[in-house]
């Protein structure tokens, strides 16, 4: 027997009983930052590839929502954060062994890649908006210039986008006190499922068959190549530490078994690849909605999970019986 | 990096938990909030059991993780020494630190927002007087001094006694060391 029991008082707020510091807000990030990540590579795949015709959606209108998507995650981060005010510390300062620094200052140079692919593209995409900038004469330029070079500028966003993508990943992975994350293959685990939600993402949103069709193919190789880094992450932890091997029982046989395997594995995955293999020879065309949902839906599950197992799985462990409300009577 | 370290002989602690009341009210510890505890491990099989008590905080380790993790540079080495200090005014609040102890001995010191942790009363050892808890401690279990100074009570207790640190395997170098 081994017991290791609290003496004095110990019920650190998001500590005890086991690590709780990040929640939805982390997770959500972690998605739309690999969603964006997808949507830049897609925008400057079809640029590349000249599949103007083929995907016209992905092709003209698809880079706008980067910066929404993004936007909206640095906001939820934001919302994170416990010392809001100070947020501008992140560039005051670039550390290299950080990821987390990394990731701020990729944020940053995001945008302004995100906006030359919008611009790119915005007469064709959005004629709508495009008179308000062409109405100045350094707007006009800058349509030209962007039009001009936008495979060159396509060229840039796809590392960029890729970096965003597998940043959020490492970012996990770094944690060499979380058990459960500390696996490199979550970096390119997240980047693979970014790039998965972003290509079900154009699959919904689309009009045109033939780029449901182009998007759905991607897709379907995107899930399969997650259903293989999961089975690798499963074999590193299964070959890691006595602590990973207590992390992973946590989905072999502990309180995640049924949301990892049943709503991420099976309804974010394996659900969407049989209906998509489905819809790509003919069948189940009316339901085609339902494949790419549950694509977006499993890439949150997933952030969840990850966020919540990894942060549960650590090197301590105390039993305590500790109960901090109790506290609060001395104040009643 | 001058090593300051902190050696606890678990041979006589009682647990009382002294140190944790001297932190506390040195340091202003808010309510619900310890940068020290202690913990009680009992091994072994009734009646042949065996007890150990150890009082635990930050173990200032000389590979913080926490201060690599740490994107704005806030977690940082004190002066040149193994002492990890969180400065409020650069902490976003992020919690990376906090994620990123093996230990689990950093805390979100609230209302204000930022991450503390105990600081082995630096402001102390600048005056050339013990942590709080050291000073305090009725068993006189506690040691604090400078590796560096192989004449000073720590290297010397290092040097004839037994002893371990807490889950060395992380690579962290710990220097809180338990006297077994």
């Known amino acids: 027997m081994k017991e290791e029991l609290f003496v004095t008082a110990r019920g650190n707020a998001l500590i005890d009983p086991s690590l709780h510091i990040w929640t939805w807000e982390v997770a959500m990030y972690l998605f739309l930052g690999g969603l964006t990540a997808g949507i830049m590579v897609f925008a400057a795949y079809i640029a590349i590839a000249r599949k103007d015709e083929e995907a016209p959606f992905a092709a003209t209108r698809l880079a706008l929502l980067a910066p929404i998507a993004l936007s909206l995650g640095m906001t939820t981060l934001f919302l994170d954060l416990e010392h ?3 947020v501008f510390r992140f560039y005051t300062a670039f550390k290299v062994l950080s990821p987390m620094s990394w990731g701020a200052w990729i944020l940053i140079v995001i945008y302004p890649v995100s906006i030359l692919q919008i611009l790119s593209t915005l007469r064709a995409g959005y004629p709508q908006v495009s ?9 006009k330029q800058l349509l030209d210039w962007c039009e001009a070079y936008r495979r060159q500028i396509a060229m840039v966003a796809i590392p960029f986008g890729i970096a965003l993508g597998i ?3 490492i970012l996990l992975s770094a944690f060499s006190a979380r058990p459960f994350w ?3 293959v979550l970096g390119p685990l997240f980047l693979v499922s970014g790039l998965s939600t972003a290509a079900a993402l154009v699959a919904l949103v689309a009009r045109k068959h033939s780029e449901k069709v182009l998007f759905t193919r ?8 997650e259903l293989a880094l999961v089975a690798l992450f499963i074999v590193n932890l299964a070959s890691g530490t006595e602590q990973q091997l207590i992390a992973l029982d946590s989905i072999m046989s502990g309180p995640y078994t049924l949301v990892f395997w049943v709503l991420f594995v099976g309804v974010g995955l394996l659900v969407p690849l049989v209906l998509e293999l489905l819809e790509i020879r003919g069948f189940a065309r009316r339901v085609a909605i339902v494949a790419p949902v549950l694509v977006l839906l499993g890439g949150y599950v997933l952030r969840q999970v990850m966020i919540d197992i990894g942060q549960e799985s650590s090197w301590t462990r105390y039993d305590t019986q500790y109960n901090a409300e109790l506290l609060q009577r001395l104040h009643d | 990096m001058t090593r300051f370290a902190m050696v606890i002989d678990t041979k006589t602690c009682i647990g009382c938990g002294d ?3 001297a932190c506390k009210t040195e340091n202003r510890v808010p309510d619900g909030l310890n940068r020290d505890w202690i913990v009680e491990a009992t091994q072994g099989k009734y009646p042949q059991l065996t007890t150990e008590f150890r009082s635990e905080r930050c173990n200032h380790c000389s590979n913080a993780t926490c201060v690599t993790l740490c994107p704005t540079g806030a977690s940082h080495h004190w002066k040149g020494t193994n002492i990890v200090l969180v400065d ?3 902490c976003t609040g992020c919690k990376a630190c906090i994620a990123a102890c093996p230990y689990d001995a950093r805390l979100v010191m609230h209302p204000d927002g930022y991450v503390d942790k105990c600081t082995f009363c630096h402001h102390r050892v600048e005056e050339g007087l013990d942590p709080a808890c050291v000073s305090s401690c009725p068993t006189r279990c506690m040691h604090f001094g400078s590796l560096d100074d192989t004449g000073s009570e720590v290297s010397r207790l290092l040097k004839t006694r037994q002893y ?17």
């Open chain 1, 84 to 86: 809001k005010l100070f």
């Open chain 1, 167 to 169: 940043y959020t990943g």
């Open chain 2, 88 to 90: 409020p005014d650069m």
């Open chain 1, 182 to 184: 500390n696996s490199g």
């Open chain 2, 19 to 21: 140190c944790v009341v």
């Open chain 1, 218 to 225: 991607i897709d379907l190789v995107l899930i399969a190549a």
């Open chain 1, 131 to 139: 008179p308000y900038v062409d109405r100045f004469s350094i707007g």
């Open chain 2, 164 to 180: 371990k640190v807490l889950k060395p395997e992380t690579g962290n170098e710990p220097n809180v060391y338990y006297l077994v």
